[in-house]
């Protein structure tokens, strides 16, 4: 190995692409970049009032050259000869249609336009209807194939979506060949091996979202998927029976890539995962810590040996999966629909009649810098409130439940609310809710006999709020430490690189030598701690009655 490695960690999320550059033999991370969505960032092909969500593939593939290009012209021009890896983390399940040879159908000018021919992203919940019945199906069936889910399975995830485009848009369901998760594309993009048959499939994704297992021989069977509907007959041999872990190898970047990014063509790139279990890795997850990913929602992973729990089912949860965080150990999520969306609900909410009135009288640079603060000075003044047993209450469930027991249907409540309610209480009652939804998970995990002992935080609410980690820590009643890392996903996409590539043995190796450390600790205050209890009892009284 040469004296000098670097590797990129690529991290695509709800808004982004992040690339992290990093020197592998001491984790200094060199340079970064992010790179958003061109066309997601003007609201195209979505419509929320349906809860629909879709990007373009051309939005990845530009973004992603990019931020890579940028990273690398942002270091000494031999660095990008150094280059020896990169690995990828995307948001999940965002699963799209592809032809024979593995392009998605958006990217045919006859389908370009047309968002069933695109990712749907992980928040699309347009398939309801569709979850419920292979929920229904799966009670009944020979082999319950969401055993491994938590018991439910989710209109977010891959075969709810899959079928809900084929029923609705018969120009796609004839034009498609297979289905790939947008974590899967992108190696295969890069390595130039698209063919949906041959294409390494990530078992992060796979065994979370597909409900692959090797107890069932890899996916559900044929006979099921088409008694479900027989519109999805014959599309299980155009899928795949493998699955691979993230630290194994997709392939070699291929002449076109190496040219356009200006890279060496012998650069190595990893299988891909889920965002969230790339960046609990890069926070250097151990058995029985939840990672909690903090953004647009949250995603908890925990990880936890096999020998022990290896076949111990957890219900209500997104999925457990062995090897999807860590080789060797089982890799266990849960999470919820709406964080950060929910506070920016709330700030778009105050904001819509300002924008009517103060449209022509404010420069750009004016009114993003009032859009900009709001949420930050709703939070400081909400920190001086005290906790009382007569404050607003509210449920978090503004884009559904995700866990514990997945029901999109649900939606998010503000009561107690009287006169003297002002912008502020409300704001702190949305943030409790928050953290009264991650406690609710927690309790799940302890409940089915899954030790939590401590909680790490990484994702852009982590570092941006004060006071909703402050309130998470005392409704947890546990410290939350913060990992420094302001890319813990992408990070974690470099530390797989460097054992892909060959500098490291393993990816434990890898954690150990690329760690980025903690920046911060938030420590539960007691006495707000003891009347939160209080609280959470009464939210999960409201919940019950709303739910």
Not at 403 to 411: N, R, V
Request: charged residues 20%.
């Amino acid at each position: 190995m040469s004296q000098l490695a670097y590797v990129i960690g690529l991290d695509f999320g709800t808004d982004s692409v992040r690339a992290l550059l990093v020197n592998a033999l001491t984790g200094e991370e060199m340079a970064t970049s992010v790179s958003h969505y061109k066309r997601w960032a003007k609201g195209l092909y979505c419509n929320p009032n349906l809860s629909q969500y879709r990007q373009h593939p051309s939005d990845y593939i530009e973004s992603m050259e990019d931020c890579i290009k940028a990273v690398l012209s942002l270091v000494a021009p031999e660095i990008s000869s150094l280059v020896k890896g990169i690995s990828i983390a995307t948001t999940g399940s965002t699963p799209a249609p592809v032809n024979e040879s593995g392009i998605p159908l958006a990217l045919l000018p006859e389908y370009s336009e047309n968002p069933n021919a695109m990712f749907i992203l992980w928040k699309d919940h347009t398939a309801v209807k569709e979850a419920d019945e292979i929920n229904q199906l799966a009670s009944g069936w020979i082999i319950d194939y969401t055993k491994y889910s938590g018991g439910i399975y989710s209109p977010e995830w891959f075969w709810s979506k899959i079928l809900h485009i084929v029923r609705n848009d018969e120009k796609i369901k004839q034009a498609v060949f297979s289905w790939i998760e947008h974590c899967d594309w992108m190696p295969a993009l890069l390595t130039g091996n698209t063919d949906p048959l041959k294409a390494k499939r990530s078992r992060c994704a796979a065994g979370h979202k597909a409900m692959w297992h090797a107890e069932f021989n890899g996916l559900p069977s044929e006979e099921f998927l088409t008694k479900l509907d027989s519109k999805l007959k014959g599309l299980r041999k155009n899928l795949y029976d493998d699955s691979y872990t993230t630290d194994e190898l997709a392939g070699i970047i291929s002449q076109e890539w190496a040219q356009r990014l200006g890279l060496p063509d012998t650069v190595v790139i990893g299988v891909g995962a889920i965002d969230a279990h790339v960046g609990a890795v890069g926070a250097c997850i151990e058995p029985y810590s939840m990672v909690k990913v903090m953004g647009t929602s949250t995603c908890d992973i925990l990880v936890v040996p096999l020998e022990k729990h290896k076949n111990q089912l957890i219900k209500g949860i997104c999925g457990q999966v062995e090897g999807s965080v860590l080789p060797g150990m089982l890799g266990m999520e849960a999470g919820q629909s709406a964080f950060g969306d929910m506070f920016h609900w709330f700030r778009n909410l105050l904001i819509s009649p300002l924008k009517e009135l103060l449209l022509n009288k404010l420069s750009q640079h004016e009114w993003d810098e009032i859009v900009d603060n709001i949420l930050p000075m709703l939070g400081q003044k909400a920190f001086e409130l005290p906790v009382l047993r007569s404050d607003e209450l509210s449920l978090d469930w503004i884009n559904g439940r995700r866990t514990p027991d997945a029901d999109m249907s649900l939606s998010a409540a503000i009561t107690r609310i009287n006169l003297g309610s002002d912008a502020v209480s409300i704001f702190k009652s949305l943030v409790e809710a928050t953290a009264f939804g991650s406690k609710a998970i927690i309790d799940r995990f302890t409940e089915e006999g899954i030790a939590v002992n401590s909680i790490i935080a990484v994702g852009g609410i982590s570092k941006k709020s004060d006071f909703v980690m402050q309130t998470l820590a005392n409704i947890l009643r546990l410290p939350i430490k913060v990992v420094s890392s302001e890319q813990a996903g992408a990070l974690g996409s470099c530390m797989f690189a460097a054992t892909i590539a060959g500098i490291y043995p393993t990816i434990s190796h890898a954690q150990k030598s690329m760690s980025s450390k903690f920046a911060t600790v938030y420590t539960p205050y007691e006495e707000k701690a003891k009347n939160y209890e209080i609280l959470y009892k009464e939210y999960l009284n409201l919940g019950s009655k709303l739910s």
